[in-house]
């Protein structure tokens, strides 16, 4: 069983940064693919990010490309998404969610398992 605990939300005022993390319960992290996901009031879940545990090449969202960046560490069986320039448009829920296949998706019906989310909210 995978279980997934995100960290670090809260307030940013807009121009900041901010920095996810997403823990995993350990033994399987270097064989999951992980990935951001977010979800605003009243919208459906997108994507943001991922990494694949098999090649380490990153995807982004085009709303997130340039701004935000994800990043893995084994040794410490953690995910990070580093937000930077975040604006108001980028206050959601984030989630982190993992599978085992070896190539990002963008789909969360891909996903196998995912964490309770972290609130960010960003003032302008």
């Known amino acids: 069983q995978v279980q997934l605990v995100e960290s670090g939300g809260g307030l940013v005022q807009t121009g900041g940064s901010l920095r996810l993390s997403c823990a995993t319960s350990g033994l399987f992290f270097t064989s999951l693919t992980m990935a951001w996901f977010r979800q605003a009031p009243g919208k459906e879940r997108e994507f943001v990010g991922g990494i694949s545990w098999k090649t380490l090449f990153k995807t982004y969202a085009d709303s997130a490309r340039g701004r935000f960046t994800v990043a893995r560490d084994n040794a410490k069986d953690t995910m990070y998404l580093q937000m930077n320039s975040p604006e108001p448009e980028d206050t959601a829920v984030y989630y982190c969610?993992?599978?085992?296949?070896?190539?990002?998706?963008?789909?969360?019906?891909?996903?196998?398992?995912w964490g309770q989310g972290t609130q960010v909210t960003v003032s302008s």
């Open positions: 969610a993992a599978t085992f296949k070896d190539v990002t998706s963008d789909s969360t019906a891909d996903y196998d398992y």
